[in-house]
């Protein structure tokens, strides 16, 4: 029969094989006797070792981010299979990002990695280093530099969703999650409502005068837009329910049936049907 120290982790039993074996005979209640009766020393020694790991990862508050299943690999190896500490934060999330094709969504990310830089060595940080209290710790500097409410949460976010990513492929333990605990702040964006009379200006703003104006004190540039283009495409997404400026970029022939408009939004795939108006 093999030998092995058993323990209790995280409401589960596991078992570390002491690499050790005897014949059920010598065995009793714990204790080896006769021809095997040598071996308790190596045991006894064995539980020393293991007490001493165990103590360890706990006061250095890495205990939590085991699961049984990676203790009793850790445990076993004499502490040698660790978290992955290789697993470094700042080259896994430039890798993740190369999957979009949103530049916006890049932009988002690479403003978090800049803050998170100011922050702390970003090249030597490892996702077994971001802890609760390291996110807590984070959100303070953010707060102390003065980012808004909702830029943190993009950034804590983004955080979040590489870290998900991680487990997701199975490059940390899900205990490891230091989300868990943690509620992302959001504040509600203040509407910015323009009035009636500002929107009859608009429509009724005369382009053409505007840009022989400008023309006349720019003639000695060619880089003169044309503003009326800029104000149709403004009151083509009002007269269209304020769809969003990508969407409206990106509309095609095909996208109108029987007088309206069917496309899938950009950036969540969700359909929009829209009656098409006289107007518009």
């Not at 064995?46 to 690999?73: A, I, R, W």
């Amino acid at each position: 029969m093999k030998l092995c120290l058993n323990k209790y982790f995280k409401g589960e039993q596991i078992f570390i094989n002491l690499k050790l074996s005897t014949l059920e005979k010598n065995f009793d209640n714990g204790i080896l006797k006769g021809s095997d009766k040598h071996l308790n020393v190596i045991i006894a020694a064995k539980k020393v070792q293991v007490d001493g790991l165990l103590q360890t990862l706990e006061l250095s508050n890495e205990l939590y981010k085991f699961s049984p299943k990676s203790l009793k690999e850790y445990l076993e190896t004499g502490g040698e299979t660790r978290i992955n500490k290789e697993l470094l934060f700042n080259a896994y999330v430039k890798h993740y990002i190369e999957k979009y094709d949103s530049v916006s969504t890049k932009q988002t990310f690479y403003g978090m990695l800049r803050k998170v830089a100011a922050f702390t060595d970003i090249d030597t940080l490892s996702f077994a280093d971001i802890s609760l209290a390291w996110i807590k710790d984070f959100e303070i500097f953010m707060l102390k530099g003065g980012l808004s409410v909702n830029t943190r949460g993009i950034y804590l976010r983004n955080i979040r969703t590489v870290y998900n990513d991680v487990i997701d492929r199975s490059l940390l333990p899900q205990d490891a999650y230091p989300f868990r605990r943690f509620k992302i702040k959001k504040a509600e964006t203040q509407h910015r409502n323009i009035s009636i009379d500002d929107m009859r200006y608009i429509v009724n703003f005369d382009c053409e005068k505007f840009n022989a104006e400008r023309l006349q004190q720019n003639k000695h540039t060619s880089n003169v837009g044309n503003i009326e283009k800029y104000r149709d495409l403004f009151m083509l997404s009002f007269y269209l329910c304020g769809l969003n400026m990508k969407d409206l970029l990106f509309l095609k022939a095909e996208d109108i049936h029987n007088g309206t408009l069917n496309i899938l939004r950009e950036k969540t795939g969700i359909p929009i049907i829209l009656r098409i108006e006289p107007e518009a």
